[in-house]
């Protein structure tokens, strides 16, 4: 029976929509048999409103009406987004081919001949029930998959953005907030590769803080720690371009990765960090260069070219960096590393804040 093959719906609700009171007795007698809950309506307004407030799960619906054809009612119901996934089952003793094809195009489901046949109504009702109720699981589960691919969604968007924060944090230096050392070899080695097919310059600075150690010993390592932090903000702020990088070396060291910058761009560079530390007056009275903090500078440019590892670069910075410790701190040496054979050395003069 109908109700057997619906174990989710206790008693499903029909709408009968008929002017002849000899047809609903019929179609009211085969179904309250079955326990179907059933509304009933006479015309088309009126079916109009008891559809709306039953919300009936399948209407039975007569093509004759005396203020509407059912075929009218029936295209009024699908435009109805509460029912247009209603099924229409329509009945009439018009049989011509015709009336059926405009039942269709209606929006009808099927189309019975009266008189009603007690067996084909119920298993037409039961058959048209049973794909109405499997379409409304078809559409519960695509909306919940539908929800389920948005969540997905979601949380693919905030492991990205997660993944994107731990990749900054693993190349960011605690203290200091700027790049680390792994931050500075892995950007190396990209700039160079890129550098070496465009044929552009690459140029880099190392700068170390001028007697750290005894400014550590003589104002304390909490101290050390702001000074660190406020040389690399104020370099980190005198870099413009998105490309330029500042990074933590090592200890007091710190390496700047300038990418698309010839010497004199370095030099340039070199001379205003000089001049803008030298500005910040950080007091230093264990140095043996002045009352302030200092730093020193070692300066390389190159052209990636052939075979030539980025090591080559970073070597030259590094030795530039030594000669300026050597000869006296608080100045910058530059030196042009064409190739290794060619390079050529810039002794750049201390820069006085202003």
């Known amino acids: 029976m109908p109700l057997a093959s619906f174990p989710n719906l206790a008693s499903p609700n029909i709408l009968v929509v008929d002017d002849n009171p000899d047809n609903l007795g019929v179609a009211l007698t085969f179904l309250s048999e079955e326990q179907f809950e059933v509304a009933v309506a006479t015309d088309g307004a009126s079916a109009l409103e008891s559809a709306r407030l039953v919300n009936p799960q399948l209407i039975l619906l007569d093509v004759m009406l005396p ?70 699981i078809l559409q519960i589960a695509n909306h919940d998959l539908k929800r389920a691919n948005q969540t997905l969604k979601q949380q693919n968007r905030s492991i990205t953005e997660n993944n994107h924060k731990l990749q900054q944090l693993v190349h960011i230096d605690g203290l200091t907030q700027v790049g680390n050392r792994r931050c500075f070899d892995e950007r190396l080695n990209q700039e160079w590769l890129r550098l070496r097919r465009e044929r552009r310059p690459l140029s880099l600075i190392l700068f170390d803080i001028d007697y750290f150690k005894a400014y550590n010993d003589h104002y304390g390592h909490p101290a050390g720690d702001t000074c660190l932090v406020q040389i690399a903000q104020k370099v980190k702020r005198l870099l413009k371009r998105p490309g330029d990088l500042l990074t933590r070396y090592g200890g007091e060291e710190f390496a700047i990765i300038l990418p698309n910058v010839d010497a004199a761009g370095a030099i340039y560079i070199a001379n205003l960090i000089q001049t803008e530390i030298a500005r910040l007056e950080i007091h230093h009275e264990a140095s043996s260069v002045g009352p302030y903090v200092t730093i020193s500078q070692g300066i390389s440019t190159c052209t990636p070219l052939g075979s030539i590892p980025p090591a080559q670069l970073l070597q030259s910075a590094d030795q530039a960096l030594y000669l300026a410790k050597q000869q006296g701190r608080d100045q910058s040496i530059h030196r042009n590393q064409v190739p290794p054979e060619e390079s050529s050395q810039t002794i750049i003069p201390p820069h006085p804040a202003a």
């Open 67 to 136: 203020d509407m054809s059912g075929f009218k009612l029936c295209k009024t119901l699908k435009s109805s987004s509460e029912l247009s996934e209603t099924p229409v089952i329509f009945m009439t003793a018009l049989d011509e081919p015709q009336y059926k094809v405009q039942g269709f195009e209606a929006g009808g489901v099927d189309y019975l001949t009266k008189p009603l046949e007690r067996l084909e109504l119920l298993a037409r009702i039961d058959n048209h029930l049973r794909i109405h109720q499997q379409s409304q």
